[in-house]
């Protein structure tokens, strides 16, 4: 926040010196960045706000926390008063608000006969202390109350308005647009805009038209005051590329009972340094304003956060030198929170400012810190496990980017669902949130290709998004698997045998089946279920995917939903006595069709229920002489055991 120390003491009951203001300030949590004395004896301050902070960002809300910091320094907030004429402000204009949910509240006040031309020299040393060029003195004032109070305004030439009225709506798709700094844009449906009858006179919240701009010509005003969705300014603000002091306000949120009275104080100084005669009243289209929110806070609950004993008298003189109303009822304290104060939601909020207004420096230092400390959860014990036993098949752990390009990742989006992706400039090549973390693995050994890796198996466990058919945003943790493939054969039972065993030793004994299965981006694809609930996919890569991240090495993937897995852990065991004769392994050899799977072998053995059979193996498959063509033998080991 960039202050002027003389603008900032005609706030406080007497001046204050420039190592007083910076010393509170820093001490209040505002660090000082740069000073600089300014010729005509002012002094130029920049302290850094934090984002929550957004009260601050003004020269009253500064002058509020140097008067915190110094009961002798009082706070001296303006007085307001406008005189209005007879004529009604609905008489002279409308507004319509097409959208309160980007609008929440839009005020116009309308000042008419005014006369344009160079403002006062008080006002133009305030604004170029702290960088601003003056303008003319319409547009100084609008200046001068947003630095004052934090509540950006905007004033239109009212004879330049199509209609004299105004429409808050979004912008037309490809919607011609001149900002007052001199630069043409082309608008999207997302954007907010303050309209007249034809076009766009004002972007919401980041800049105004160049059409409808106040010069010297300029007879008739429409003073604009209003709130803004946060979110939408910043992004359409980082679309077009344009940033301004309102914008940044804007986006940290402006407080909501400050619209009409920031209108109130422009319209007094206007007509103070412009002349002109007011409209009676003030059109107001949206929300009615919020009543302060009342929080409680437990005297016994702030004193042992803070470590320190503290009576309710004194916590509540902390916390109403900041000017939040408070009261003492019984062992808490109820504290009404001014609007501006958006950051305060909680009680811990509160606690946190008795904290910094008694100062961190007063709290005494204890060495010995009782810690309890909480054993791992099972999920985070499942997840660390299934990591060791990927790594000891060897597999290495990658941490890939949440987006990718559309072209790679648009190929892995679930059947039925649509791509998520943001509309970041900076994000032009990448704008896609991972639909599933394969194309991310299939990046990482594109990586790996090029600097000479071979036989590389890679895994990643993260979130992946896609929208629904309901258009709802899908969100889950996956479990993706890589590995490059030289017998594409051994290579299916490779990852089932890997897959099983991950099953197997994080839950003991379960169900987990493959069955041949069509899916895009795969040649040779296995639906895999565990427990009998689907959870993903792996089988091969097929060529095109392939060529299109540029592998020269043919790859398997397996692409599943990590919860199942975490679900087993841990594993619940049946243990038996043991035995105490040896077991008895029988390996037999079948002759089946081709198109007869494990599967299907492994389910007619163990439907007979072999009696004292203790285990059932997979050995191998053989093809060739003299066996006919269209027929496989399949070995398979018995183990017996009493």
């Known amino acids: 926040?960039?202050?002027?120390?003389?603008?900032?003491?005609?706030?406080?009951?007497?001046?204050a010196s420039q190592e007083k203001v910076c010393t509170l300030l820093g001490q209040q949590g505002f660090p000082i960045e740069d000073q600089e004395q300014l010729p005509g004896g002012d002094v130029f301050i920049d302290a850094e706000v934090t984002s929550n902070r957004s009260d601050s960002l003004s020269h009253i809300g500064m002058a509020r926390e140097v008067s915190a910091g110094d009961s002798e320094l009082q706070l001296n907030t303006p007085d307001i008063t406008i005189t209005e004429s007879d004529t009604a402000v609905e008489s002279l204009t409308s507004v319509a608000n097409d959208e309160t949910e980007l609008c929440p509240v839009y005020t116009a006040r309308v000042i008419q006969g005014v006369k344009v031309g160079p403002s006062p020299q008080w006002l133009v040393d305030l604004l170029e202390a702290i960088g601003l060029r003056s303008v003319n003195n319409v547009v100084d004032v609008t200046n001068f109350v947003l630095m004052e109070m934090g509540q950006p305004l905007h004033t239109f030439d009212m004879d330049k308005l199509d209609g004299g009225k105004i429409i808050v709506r979004r912008a037309k798709a490809g919607e011609a647009f001149a900002a007052i700094d001199g630069t043409n844009h082309k608008l999207d449906d997302a954007m907010l805009v303050i309209a007249d009858a034809s076009k766009p006179q004002a972007v919401a919240g980041?800049?105004?038209?160049?059409?409808?701009?106040?010069?010297?010509?300029?007879?008739?005003?429409?003073?604009?005051?209003?709130?803004f969705d946060q979110l939408s300014v910043r992004t359409t603000s980082r679309r077009m590329k344009l940033s301004s002091d309102s914008s940044y306000r804007f986006e940290r949120g402006v407080d909501p009972c400050g619209v009409e009275i920031a209108s109130k104080r422009a319209a007094q100084l206007i007509m103070e340094l412009a002349g002109g005669?007011?409209?009676?009243?003030?059109?107001?289209?949206?929300?009615?304003?919020?009543?302060?929110?009342?929080?409680?806070?437990?005297?016994?609950r702030?004193?042992?956060?803070?470590?320190?004993?503290?009576?309710?008298?004194?916590?509540?003189?902390?916390?109403?030198?900041?000017?939040?109303?408070?009261?003492?009822?019984?062992?808490?304290?109820?504290?009404?929170?001014?609007?501006y104060r958006s950051d305060i939601e909680r009680e811990v909020d509160l606690i946190e400012e008795v904290t910094r207004m008694y100062g961190m420096a007063n709290i005494p230092v204890n060495d010995s810190i009782t810690l309890r400390v909480r054993p791992p959860q099972n999920n985070l014990k499942a997840r660390k496990r299934l990591g060791q036993i990927l790594v000891s098949h060897g597999y290495c752990e990658t941490m890939t980017f949440s987006?990718?390009?559309?072209?790679?990742g648009g190929r892995f989006v679930p059947v039925g669902n649509k791509p998520l992706e943001i509309g970041d400039e900076r994000r032009k090549s990448e704008p896609m949130l991972r639909p599933s973390l394969i194309p991310s693995l299939m990046i990482c050994r594109k990586g790996n290709q090029d600097v000479g890796n071979s036989d590389v198996?890679?895994?990643?466990?993260?979130?992946?998004?896609?929208?629904?058919?309901?258009d709802e945003i899908v969100e889950h943790r996956e479990l993706a698997l890589l590995a490059d493939v030289s017998d594409p054969q051994l290579a299916l039972r490779s990852m089932r045998g890997l897959l099983e065993e991950l099953a197997e030793r994080l839950g003991g004994n379960v169900d987990l089946q493959l069955e041949a299965t069509d899916a895009k981006c795969y040649s040779d694809a296995l639906a895999v279920t565990?427990?009998?609930?689907?959870?993903?996919?792996?089988?091969?890569?097929?060529?095109?995917t392939q060529d299109a991240f540029d592998l020269q090495t043919p790859v398997i993937a397996a692409?599943?939903?990590?919860?199942?897995?975490?679900d087993l852990y841990p594993a619940q065991r049946l243990v038996g006595s043991l035995s105490r004769f040896p077991a008895i392994e029988r390996d037999l050899s079948v002759l089946v069709k081709d198109e007869v799977t494990w599967d299907q072998i492994q389910e007619q053995v163990l439907a007979t229920k072999p009696e004292f059979m203790e285990s059932l193996d997979f050995v191998t498959t053989y093809r060739g002489k003299p066996i006919p063509k269209g027929i496989k033998s399949v070995s398979l080991r018995l183990t017996f055991r009493d």
Request: charged share 25%.
């Open 457 to 470: 198996k890679l895994f990643e466990t993260a979130s992946v998004w896609s929208r629904n058919a309901k």
């Open 403 to 408: 987006f990718v390009n559309p072209k790679l």
């Open 206 to 227: 980041v800049m105004g038209g160049l059409d409808s701009e106040v010069t010297d010509g300029t007879t008739n005003i429409l003073l604009e005051s209003a709130r």
């Open 277 to 300: 005669t007011l409209a009676k009243g003030v059109i107001r289209a949206g929300e009615t304003e919020p009543v302060p929110k009342v929080i409680e806070l437990r005297i016994k």
């Open 302 to 339: 702030c004193n042992d956060i803070m470590g320190v004993t503290l009576k309710p008298e004194v916590m509540a003189g902390l916390l109403s030198s900041l000017t939040l109303e408070t009261e003492i009822e019984g062992d808490k304290l109820k504290v009404t929170v001014p609007t």
């Open 530 to 544: 565990l427990n009998g609930k689907a959870i993903g996919i792996m089988g091969l890569i097929d060529k095109k």
């Open 559 to 566: 692409s599943l939903v990590l919860q199942p897995f975490i």
């Open 1 to 15: 926040m960039k202050l002027s120390l003389n603008w900032l003491n005609r706030y406080l009951s007497a001046p």
